[in-house]
T-cell receptor, first 116, second 113 residues
Framework: AQSVAQPEDQVNVAEGNPLTVKCTYSVSGNPYLFWYVQYPNRGLQFLLKYITGDNLVKGSYGFEAEFNKSQTSFHLKKPSALVSDSALYFCAVSPRGSGSARQLTFGSGTQLTVLP | NAGVTQTPKFQVLKTGQSMTLQCAQDMNHEYMSWYRQDPGMGLRLIHYSVGAGITDQGEVPNGYNVSRSTTEDFPLRLLSAAPSQTSVYFC????????????FGPGTRLTVT
């Protein structure tokens, strides 16, 4: 069975500092990997995804993530955090193949707080 | 485009009552799904559909029914509400069922007393 681990429930970072939100996964074969962000009382918004190709994926709002196959990780990063980045972040993974969205597994989420 | 819309935003039910959560998308997406979000558990898939007339169960389908008569609409029915169904429910859609990002609605916060 596939799984996603977000080992930190809470990450605090000062505004202007780099941020990292960690994600590791377990899935058979090569995965599709996603990051979503959820602001208070809102639905999830797509940030970025890894399908194939370059291991460094760039997404919305200056976020990027690096796919590391050997470490089965897909950490979310941003060079300079903003207070407005404070939100709940979810990593998600699905196996490749037809209909893989029905096997999309979400992590438990990491609350990011950027301190002014 | 309105994207994915959900109604109602909030609902309180008594145990045993039934209701329908509405979901609609205007992006002509073939794949639609329903999730529930509970604290510390991420999102769990309830039911999904790969096109009009086609639905299937996800990870936690018990107590819920769905139908998909049109591409746009994907309602979720609670047959006999239980306190364990207290949760936030999200509808999502995507262009296809493999590798596409999903677009989420704003959610329905349901409380069952």
């Amino acid at each position: 069975a596939q799984s996603v681990a977000q080992p930190e429930d809470q990450v605090n970072v000062a505004e202007g500092n780099p941020l990292t939100v960690k994600c590791t996964y377990s899935v058979s074969g090569n995965p599709y990997l996603f990051w979503y962000v959820q602001y208070p009382n809102r639905g999830l918004q797509f940030l970025l995804k890894y399908i194939t190709g370059d291991n460094l994926v760039k997404g919305s709002y200056g976020f990027e993530a690096e796919f590391n196959k050997s470490q089965t990780s897909f950490h979310l990063k941003k060079p300079s955090a903003l207070v407005s980045d404070s939100a709940l972040y979810f990593c998600a993974v699905s196996p490749r193949g037809s209909g893989s969205a029905r096997q999309l597994t979400f992590g438990s989420g990491t609350q990011l707080t950027v301190l002014p | 485009n309105a994207g994915v819309t959900q109604t109602p935003k909030f609902q309180v039910l008594k145990t045993g009552q039934s209701m329908t959560l509405q979901c609609a998308q205007d992006m002509n997406h073939e794949y639609m799904s329903w999730y529930r979000q509970d604290p510390g558990m991420g999102l769990r898939l309830i039911h999904y559909s790969v096109g009009a007339g086609i639905t299937d169960q996800g990870e936690v389908p018990n107590g819920y029914n769905v139908s998909r008569s049109t591409t746009e609409d994907f309602p979720l029915r609670l047959l006999s509400a239980a306190p364990s169904q207290t949760s936030v429910y999200f509808c999502a859609s995507s262009f296809q069922s493999s590798g596409s990002e999903q677009y989420f609605g704003p959610g329905t916060r349901l409380t069952v007393t």
